[in-house]
């Protein structure tokens, strides 16, 4: 067998919970003795049975042979008292995320441990400094947050408190690259990288549907459609169950002292108060039937006898390739100065709504609609319109059916500036520059943490430099003006992005 050689050759993990076993199977596995401990004889028990069978199952499967699995199961141990982790090389605390509990246990464990143990936090959602407060010797402190379920989230953040030594944390990241995951290291601020860059998404998307643009199977299946989100943000927060998200959203938004790109939604709330928590209670945004979501079917596209001609707005975004798709489409399109007085009319801004771009531009309202033109139609698998409040039922009608000849699917949204894909993308890259620019993580790291932690398609840079940094920053300064809302206030980090046109990603400052 391979020769092992941790960082750490003993650990203890305290807490043998949902996230204390799936740490502890890859420590045994990277080749540490893991302690196991909890005040609960009954979880020890379970989680080193959950463990062990895990291992069974790999063994079952080839993905083990048989000596490694004895090498693991003999490395797992379990303690009944503190003081048996008194020779440890490092602590893992996975307990509950209570700042008070956290600090007790962690001024017991001095009391106990040599000087030179690393004693780790793996708190979602607590301050690594706030915790390491009270410690004699905090330099040894850092938080190691890993998500759920661990074996198969491979990514881990590695948390430098105010008083971390840099040393215990390139320790930390060397131990999580020999557990197979990928460190990133993260500066204690809140939500760390991945909890804080997640903020665009659901909480942008409950805005939208807050504001009655969309219900949210129709959010779900623009983002999954146009962006490639695997999951739809409603999707994603009926996993994940509103007792865990909405709690993160709140207190991420309270540590930022009510910063308000982060404002919770009372959405969330009233859901959460109710019980309706999502996939686990059977009932979340969507109803679940035997596990399966109950999504209605989507609005059939109406038949139209008498297609009207098209007009195109010459500050259309993208406007040569959307009067390519409209000749592709068999359009009659016109070509004049203004449309004519039959002519249903096309408009394509980023981050304005269709109302304000008809009366700007002085075209009839009852003919307009908008379409969301922020990504390459070629790329996507949807097309998005938006109606504004005087829209004609037979001009939506004629686009609807229109953008739908070739067969791809399209949703009438009501009118909103920035549409659907425009806001959440905007909010996203925003929020992911903000991190950038407050020196929470590095671009790169900032770009794995997501892509690993998150599952998003890309990275949130990426995302940016895909759809163009001077395209989101005109759809934020365009929110900004439309909403008079600070929310949509672009970062300073992308905002000089946006204006010397560089790849975001590649920019050092
Ligand atoms: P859990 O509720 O599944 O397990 C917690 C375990 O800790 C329980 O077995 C409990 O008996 C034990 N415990 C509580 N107080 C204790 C004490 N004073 N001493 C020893 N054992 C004690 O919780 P889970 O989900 O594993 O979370 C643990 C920590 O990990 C929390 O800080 C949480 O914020 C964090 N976390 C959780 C994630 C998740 O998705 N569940 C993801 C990332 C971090």
């Given at each position: 067998m391979q020769e092992m050689n941790p960082v750490y050759p003993t650990i203890a993990i305290i807490g043998a919970g949902a996230m204390g076993r799936g740490i502890a199977q890859l420590a045994a596995q990277a080749g540490s003795t893991v302690i196991l401990y909890d005040t609960q004889t009954a979880a020890l028990v379970s989680a080193q049975q959950a463990i062990e069978n895990q291992w069974d199952k790999l063994l079952g499967k080839g993905k083990l042979d048989a000596a490694q699995t004895a090498a693991y199961k003999s490395r797992l141990q379990c303690a009944l008292t503190l003081s048996d982790l008194a020779h440890c090389d490092l602590v893992i605390e996975a307990i509950v995320e209570r700042m008070d509990i956290k600090m007790g246990l962690f001024a017991d464990l001095e009391a106990i441990v040599r000087t030179e143990t690393v004693l780790a936090t793996n708190t979602s959602s607590l301050s690594v400094t706030a915790i390491a407060a009270k410690l004699k010797h905090p330099q040894r402190f850092a938080g190691f947050h890993f998500f759920n379920p661990v074996p198969l989230m491979k990514v881990v953040e590695v948390i430098q408190g105010l008083?971390?030594?840099?040393s215990v944390c390139d320790a930390l990241a060397q131990y999580a690259r020999q557990m197979g995951h990928t460190p990133v290291a993260a500066q204690d601020?809140?939500?760390?990288i991945v909890n804080h860059a997640g903020r665009g998404y659901g909480t942008e998307a409950l805005r939208i549907v807050g504001e009655g643009v969309a219900d949210f199977a129709t959010i779900d299946r623009i983002l999954r459609d146009q962006v490639g989100f695997k999951l739809g943000p409603f999707e994603l927060m009926d996993l994940t169950a509103l007792d865990v998200s909405h709690p993160v959203m709140e207190s991420i938004y309270h540590q930022y002292f009510?910063?308000?790109?982060?404002r919770p939604s009372v959405i969330t709330a009233q859901r959460l108060a109710g019980g309706v928590l999502g996939r686990k209670t059977g009932e979340g945004f969507y109803r679940y039937e035997a596990g399966v979501a109950q999504i209605s079917p989507e609005p059939a596209v109406p038949v139209v006898a008498d297609m009207p001609p098209v007009w195109v707005s010459p500050?259309?975004?993208?406007r040569s390739e959307l009067l390519q798709l409209l000749k592709n489409l068999g359009a009659q399109i016109e070509t004049g100065v203004s449309p004519s007085p039959a002519a249903l009319t096309l408009v394509a801004p980023l981050g304005f709504d269709v109302t304000t771009v008809a009366v700007v531009e002085r075209l009839d309202p009852a003919r307009t609609v908008g379409i969301d033109l922020l990504v390459d139609d070629a790329a996507t698998r949807r097309r998005v319109l938006a109606t504004n409040p005087a829209t004609r039922v037979d001009m939506r009608d004629a686009a609807h059916a229109l953008m739908a000849r070739d067969g791809k699917a399209v949703s009438v949204i009501r009118d909103s500036a920035g549409f659907v894909t425009q806001r959440v993308v905007a909010n996203i890259v925003n929020i992911a520059a903000d991190i950038c620019q407050q020196r929470v993580c590095t671009p790169a790291d900032l770009e794995t943490a997501v892509t690993?932690?998150?599952?998003?398609?890309?990275?949130p840079l990426a995302m940016g430099n895909l759809y163009g940094p001077t395209n989101v920053l005109e759809v934020l300064f365009n929110m900004q003006t439309v909403y008079?809302?600070?929310?949509?206030?672009?970062?300073p980090w992308l905002r000089r992005r946006g204006a010397i046109g560089l790849s975001l990603m590649h920019e050092e400052e």
């Open positions: 008083k971390t030594d840099t601020t809140p939500g760390f009510e910063e308000p790109r982060y500050r259309a975004a993208r690993l932690g998150l599952g998003y398609p890309l990275g008079g809302d600070p929310r949509y206030r672009p970062s």
